[in-house]
């Protein structure tokens, strides 16, 4: 029997308006233009921008400010957004106020860089300082993690999976990007970030250390939530990519600063895994369980658990009891415990190899195709001019 002339229509008609609606999604979706910047430059691989930033910390600044703030200065219309969405306008003015406080805290080779960006960029000097200490004053990473050493893995190889799960506003989740630091005397490392942070929430460097970023704020070793004479914990988790090789290096690192709030840093080497719990107080080295180390956004260790009821860190256990993992064994759990429109990135670092699977877009980003970014030979070309 043939279809109603005039349901044929309608379907044809609903059709049309789908296709044009998802045509016009794609078409104002943000897409970074590729293009080079003294020693920098942003390209493609396979769909991901990816910025090589190259030189001294004023040379960093202004590549970073050229190729990446400044094709994302639309994010900067739409600061009364973010503050009320995360809950920050009533730090925000206090933050402004206290500008040159907070920033008299930040390494002195980001404070160039923020100063090199705002001018190359037109971004206010005073929004990218507050971009990269507000995490410290109030939680909003509700975020996954997953370390799998060697033994464990069908690869042979370490892997760190982590999903990042934050609130998006603005769209945010379109202008990520992967950004590669060859800082002169520093160990070159990358970062998957957004326009504004100079810091690091996920990464991994030329070592083959990667790291994630996960919130946490309830401990019981009494220390306060924010300690405002400490390195802010994006710029101190750069630090740990610039200067640190191993999972050892990195706790001595970080027991040695100042730290201005309470975290959970997933951390994998090319032997193994952990994860450093740390407040303002304490530093707590976790190991692995038979070769997997999980992580939420709640302390374990001794010193400082309090509460440990997490339904995605119970999920997440299963692994320690399964088979090895694969790439797509890590993707798939990522996915059980992916947090819907929170999820805006989900990633795969392979310290052996050195290369990065990475997805984002309309959460959960657990629902997309991994693409890989070798970053082996990202950690040493040279641009050409």
Known sequence: MGMNPHKKVFVVAFGLSLFTSIAADAKDAFRYPEAKHGGGELRYVHDIPVATLAGSPK????QWGALVLKPGSKL???VDEFLDRYHWRGIYGVALHAGNAFISHFPPGNVDEIDAAAKSSGWPRELITFANTALDMRQIFHCSALVVEGPRSTTGGPLLGRNLDWPSVAKLEDYSVVVVYRPTGKRAFASVSWPGILGCTSGMNEKGLAVAMLD??????GAANFNPAGIPTLLLIRRVLEECGSVEDAARLIRSAERAAPLNLAVCDRKRGAVIEITPRTVALRDSIDGIAICTNHFRSAELATSKECWRYESLEK???GDKLSIAGIAKRLDDVNQGELTLQTMIFEPATLKLH????DPPATK???SEVELSHLFNEAVPH
Do not use: V
């Open 358 to 361: 990475l997805a984002f877009g």
């Open 59 to 62: 040379e960093i600044g202004e």
């Open 368 to 370: 997309k195709a991994m």
């Open 76 to 78: 900067t219309e739409s």
């Open 319 to 321: 692994s320690i009891t």
């Open 216 to 221: 946490a704020r309830e401990q019981k070793d």
